[in-house]
């Protein structure tokens, strides 16, 4: 039987939010058997707390921005997809901000801090959303769909009409039980157009962007100097995105997901999908499946090996 996992002590980091360019102080805490993933935005009058689920999420524009009374909470995407990748069932998030710090603009860094508090095993086992149904969410030519399968593979395609992406691999597909997502996905970095950062600087966005924590591309090239972490790196990225966001559904999914030209919110909107029909999908232990349970049994052992690698 899988059991689920939390963090076994307190660890804290600051950095600046992408959009709102101001400096946030963000501190994980062990949480209970059960209770998810919490969310806690503090600030000075009261605390206001965030559990995830898909129908918290408010604006999708940009980031992942999760919204409850008038408190929300920006960039919560990068996080999410760590702690996904690093089986962490309960966490409390405290926020003294109002987005997730954007770091290197990757998950790796978020990755080091879940490892800096050494995950535990819990009394209590875990549960998969697996995927009984196919479903699709469709617009002006974009896609994404979850259908059944025996893992959690992703299969995403982009298509930008811009240089840097001509003559590059712009589909990747992925088996998480089966390939690592820190060597393939958690290293991949934000990225945007200089034209689009102009754009919204002007409407107070994007302010703390920079070729620190983006790859960021003029009309005809990147314009950092640093090389390219993965020579497909974008797709990559937006693979760690739907990860996150997906895992705004509570819990690990066992299914395909297929995405063209996606993001946040065509993402958000087939998790809505989802959890509004009862018929897609079953909330299961691992052990119902023997198939699966093998496929996890292997993950959990790449997760431990890597835990040991990056801890000694
Ligand atoms: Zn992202």
Do not use: W
């Amino acid at each position: 039987m899988i059991r689920q996992k939390t963090i076994s002590k307190n660890v804290s980091i600051k950095g600046i939010g992408l959009h709102s360019g101001e400096t946030v102080k963000l501190t994980l805490k062990p949480g209970k058997p059960d209770t998810g993933i919490v969310f806690v935005r503090k600030n000075k009058k009261r605390n206001c707390e965030i559990k995830v689920n898909p129908f918290v999420v408010s604006d999708t524009k940009l980031c992942s921005t999760l919204k409850k009374d008038e408190f929300k909470i920006m960039t919560v995407e990068h996080i999410m997809s760590a702690l996904y990748a690093c089986a962490i069932d309960n966490v409390v998030i405290e926020v003294l901000g109002t987005e997730i710090p954007i770091l290197d603009g990757s998950s790796n860094p978020f990755i080091y801090l879940i490892q800096s508090a050494i995950p535990v095993e819990q009394d209590v086992d875990k549960k998969f959303i697996r995927i009984k149904k196919a479903l699709k969410f469709e617009v002006d030519g974009k896609f994404a769909m979850l259908e059944p399968y025996e893992g959690f593979k992703i299969d995403f395609s982009i298509e930008f009409p811009h240089p840097v992406f001509a003559n590059r691999n712009n589909q990747i597909v992925i088996d998480l039980y089966k390939d690592s997502y820190f060597d393939e996905i958690a290293r991949a970095r934000t990225f945007g157009f200089m034209q689009e950062v102009e754009f919204l600087r002007s409407n107070g966005l994007a302010k703390g962007g920079s070729l620190d924590n983006a790859i960021v591309m003029d009309e005809y090239k990147i314009i950092n100097n640093d090389r390219l972490r993965y020579e497909d790196e974008f797709v990559r990225h937006k693979v760690l995105d739907a990860i996150g966001d997906l895992y705004l559904g509570g819990h690990p999914i066992i299914g395909k997901f297929t995405a063209f030209k996606s993001g946040h919110e065509i993402n958000n909107q087939l998790l809505r999908l989802l959890m509004n029909d009862k018929s897609a999908y079953e909330i299961i232990n691992i052990d119902q499946d023997q198939t699966i349970f093998d496929q996890v049994n292997i993950h959990n052992q790449k997760l431990e090996n890597n835990f040991n690698e990056v801890m000694v």
